[in-house]
């Protein structure tokens, strides 16, 4: 008895032979598609959750040297709580005239409602000499701004770790926390800095 063989005009015409394949420009819609996805998403993360930032001054040595690289986490200061003492801040620079950086980096000294002076050398804050290991000894020196100085309503009072140098809240007073972009969190170049800062 003959058996008759049927074949689908599908395998008949070798379609569908390979399922992997794909048509060349559905291919290069796919891939475009994908691009522009991760590009967005890149975007997205950098303008609201993570943004690397290069460290323009060394105003913050030894706690971070120029030209270090960190990245900045956004998230907390937009939608958790405001800045805390002691915390390193990336902000707008105050007065673009005068340094031409587009960002500064310090460290939160004082919040709003404390009292900030300067006498002796040191730091006081609300009455009470500011324990600074991260200076390793400088002296503090006073700037243009009169002091003492009570931090107005929703600023902080900003000073750099690498207080010989650095030009901060002691000269262009205490800034607004809607100018502040975000928390320096972490240091990933070069290798030896790599780690978590304070």
């Not at 060349?24 to 993360?45: D, K, Y």
């Amino acid at each position: 008895m003959m058996r008759r063989r049927f074949v689908s005009s599908d395998a008949a015409q070798g379609k569908g032979s390979d399922p992997q394949s794909v048509s060349g420009p559905r291919w290069l819609l796919e891939t475009s598609f994908l691009v522009v996805l991760a590009f967005a998403l890149a975007q997205g993360t950098r303008a609201f959750a993570i943004q690397p930032f290069v460290v323009p001054t060394g105003s913050m040595v030894p706690t971070i040297e120029r030209r270090n690289r960190l990245l900045v986490e956004k998230v907390t200061y937009r939608f958790v709580r405001p800045p805390r003492q002691g915390e390193i801040v990336v902000f707008d620079n105050p007065d673009p005239t005068v340094r031409k950086e587009k960002f500064f980096i310090k460290r939160v000294i004082a919040t709003e409602g404390q009292i900030v002076d300067i006498r002796d050398g040191r730091v006081w804050v609300d009455g009470v000499a500011l324990d600074e290991p991260y200076i390793h000894g400088a002296v503090t020196d006073l700037g243009d701004v009169s002091m003492p100085v009570t931090v107005p309503a929703g600023e902080v009072w900003l000073m750099g770790d690498n207080r010989p140098i650095s030009g901060d809240s002691r000269g262009f007073g205490p800034q607004p926390i809607s100018k502040i972009r975000g928390r320096a969190v972490w240091t990933y170049w070069p290798p030896k800095e790599f780690g978590e800062l304070n």
